[in-house]
Every structure is written in structure tokens, then in C-alpha cells.
């Protein structure tokens, strides 16, 4: 399977307006994709379409609930009338809530998941018509917590466990009826975006992601990458490949290393309440619209597991030297079988 270049592609990002979603439209927009954003926010869309078309870019705001049908399919057929096709759809719309799981209301756990697994499959069966034709790329965003989950975070691990198997469904699918189509699951670690400013908590402070912390072009990479590569998992920083790794090896110890970094590693200093402002119903008027969080100063701008996973000449290199490194220890282990020693 090929996919377009980046700078032939009609790209639909949903969940747009701020962090992740709003760091990849500029990126996608800057080397010559037409972009279709979706978000609630119609300013924060604006916004953005209006960074976009100041550097030369081509952008497209169309404000959207996720939760509703009608209005996410009229994302998709809009784009795809004023463009003639989508390439790639890169599904990123989340909430959360931060609190134990017996503090976490059924109305709360209902709208995480409304908005986080029933609105991804809302946002996969409008593109996918589109992407069959166009033979492209559907790019779910999850988390690591699609494979470790964190306590605290019931209802939204449970959601990206979710969203990764809906999205495995679709992949095999697509698959088996032959269709052309790339399906990627991105899975980012730690992000410095507004995600924690504006989520609402029950833990008595903001909440904040287990360290290490990256900065949101890290995952911008791994959707770019997603996006002109067939590829199926892909992790967004290296701490958050650890942990997949652990939770293959071990879930236990993973489970007890998430434990402890959870219950302590994810508060900050910051007092809030519940009753503070936060997304989880309807956006904040004046809600924060970068990139970025406020984590800055300690954020990485660099995951070298992700370079190397977007980087196909670097893993011919790592598996080439893996190779000769096994290579050489059979070869120095036979001579001393042969020496007797
Ligand atoms: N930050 C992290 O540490 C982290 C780690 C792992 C995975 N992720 C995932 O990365 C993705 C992007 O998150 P982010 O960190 O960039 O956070 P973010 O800045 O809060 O972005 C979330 C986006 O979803 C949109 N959205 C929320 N509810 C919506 C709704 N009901 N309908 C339509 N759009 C809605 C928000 O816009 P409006 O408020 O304008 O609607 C916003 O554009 C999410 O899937 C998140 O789960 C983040």
C-alpha cells in the first residue's frame, strides 16, 4: 500500500483547537496538505485556519460536536466536497476526568467514553467511504493508556483500551475485504498540551502527566510519519514504549510501576477543585487554544524511540547492528567451544 505525499493530501484532524491536534495541522498545513479542522471551539478553529493561511497554507475550520452523528459526518462529507477527497483522517477529539474511580459519577464515565470511543467511531465510519476511494490513511489517536492504564483514570484508560480495539476491528476488516487502506493506532506518552489545564479533577489539585513529559511535536511526527507510511502501532515517546514493553513482559510489575508513579506522579502543587472550570461537557470560554500546556520548562522536545521508529534508515542501521552484534557473540562463543575453553 502507498500513500500520497504529504503535500498531495487533503487532511481532516478532529479535535483540532488546541494541543496535539492544533501542532500537527500547522505542521501538516506548513509542507503543503490541505487541512480540514474540527473541534468545538468555532474561535479557536478560527484561529488556527487563520495562522494557517498567514504562512501561504490552505485550512479549512468546521465547528463539530463529537457525540453527534450528523455533525461529524458533516465534517467529512464538507471536506470532501470543497477538496473532492480526504487521504488521511486523524481522530484525536478526548476528555477526561481525574479522580478515583468510586468518586468518578455515572453521567462522567458516560461522557468520557461518549466522547473518547463512541465519537471515534462516529469519526471512523464518516471518513472511512472517503478513504477507501482515496486509498488512505485512518489514524486514531489512543494513549499508552490503551495498554497500561493509570489510576485515576478509569473511565479514560478504559475508553482508549477501547478505541484500540475498535481500532484493530477496522484494521482486519479493511483487510480481509481487500481495501486499501491504512489503519495506524498512535500512542503518546506524557504531553505538555492544555489536556490537564482544562480536565476536570477530583484529586484536589491539577492533575499533571507522569514524568517524563514531551512536547506535542514528538506526536506530531509519529502522525506524519502514520500518515505516508502503512505502518500499525506506533508509540510517541520513549517512556511510553517502556511501558508497553513492560506490560508485554510483565503486567504485574507494570501494573505495580504504574501504581506508584500514578498515585503520586500525577498531582501537581496547583489547588483545584471540581467545580473549577473544564471541558468535560462543553469547552471553557477563553479555554487555552496552543499547542502547548504548562509544562514547558520541563518538557522534551525529542523522543529518540520515536525518531528511530519514524526513521526507516535508522531501524535498517539498529537491526543491521543487532544482527552482527549476535553474530559476533555466537561467532566468540564457538571459538572458545572449539580452544576447549
Ligand atoms: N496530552 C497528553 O499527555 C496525552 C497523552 C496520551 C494521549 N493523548 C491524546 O491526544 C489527543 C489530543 O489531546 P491533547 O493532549 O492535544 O489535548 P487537548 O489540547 O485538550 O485536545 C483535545 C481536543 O479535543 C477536542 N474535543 C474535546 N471534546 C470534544 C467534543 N465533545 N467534540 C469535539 N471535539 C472535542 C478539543 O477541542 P474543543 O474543546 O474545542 O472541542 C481539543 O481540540 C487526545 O486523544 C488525547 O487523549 C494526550
Known amino acids: 500500500m502507498k500513500l500520497k505525499p504529504i503535500d498531495e493530501q487533503v487532511v481532516v484532524l478532529f479535535g483540532a483547537s488546541s494541543g496535539i491536534g492544533r501542532e500537527t495541522a500547522m505542521e501538516f498545513a506548513e509542507r503543503g496538505a490541505k487541512v480540514v479542522v474540527a473541534a468545538r471551539r468555532a474561535d479557536a478553529l478560527e484561529s488556527l485556519a487563520q495562522d494557517i493561511r498567514m504562512r501561504g497554507g490552505v485550512c479549512v475550520p468546521i465547528p463539530a460536536e463529537v457525540t453527534d452523528w450528523a455533525q461529524v459526518k458533516a465534517v467529512a462529507d464538507d471536506a470532501a466536497r470543497r477538496f ?75 475508553s482508549k483500551h477501547g478505541l484500540r480495539a475498535m481500532t484493530e476491528v477496522i484494521r482486519m476488516e479493511l483487510e480481509a475485504e481487500g481495501a486499501n487502506v491504512s489503519v495506524t493506532n498512535v500512542m503518546p506518552a506524557s504531553i505538555n498540551t492544555p489536556f490537564f489545564d482544562v480536565a476536570k479533577t477530583k484529586l484536589g489539585v491539577k492533575p499533571r502527566g507522569v514524568p517524563p513529559v514531551y512536547e506535542p511535536d514528538v506526536v506530531t511526527r509519529a502522525i506524519l510519519y502514520a500518515a505516508t507510511h502503512p505502518v500499525r502501532d506506533l508509540a510517541a515517546g520513549g517512556a511510553g514504549k517502556s511501558f508497553i514493553f513492560l506490560k508485554r513482559v510483565s503486567p504485574w510489575v507494570a501494573d505495580q510501576a504504574m501504581k506508584a508513579a500514578g498515585l503520586t506522579l500525577q498531582k501537581t502543587n496547583e489547588e483545584k477543585g471540581p467545580d473549577a472550570p473544564n471541558n468535560l461537557f462543553a469547552p471553557i470560554p477563553d479555554g487555552p487554544v496552543g ?26 542501521i539498529g537491526r543491521g547492528l543487532t544482527v552482527a552484534g549476535l553474530g559476533a557473540l555466537a561467532w566468540r562463543s564457538n571459538k572458545r567451544k572449539l580452544l576447549g575453553r
Open 84 to 158: 473532492g477527497r480526504i487521504d488521511t483522517w486523524v481522530h484525536l477529539a478526548s476528555v477526561s476526568v481525574y479522580a478515583p474511580f468510586e468518586q468518578t459519577d455515572p453521567e462522567e464515565f458516560a461522557r468520557i467514553v461518549d466522547v473518547n470511543l463512541v465519537g471515534a467511531a462516529y469519526g471512523a465510519k464518516a471518513a472511512l467511504p472517503y478513504l477507501k476511494e482515496s486509498q488512505g490513511a485512518l489514524i486514531m489517536i489512543t494513549s499508552v493508556e490503551a495498554v497500561q492504564a493509570i489510576p485515576f483514570h478509569s473511565a479514560y484508560a478504559a
Open 291 to 316: 499547542p502547548q500546556g504548562s509544562f514547558s520548562k520541563e518538557a522534551r522536545s525529542w523522543s529518540l524511540y520515536t525518531w528511530w521508529a519514524t526513521t526507516p534508515s535508522a531501524r535498517w
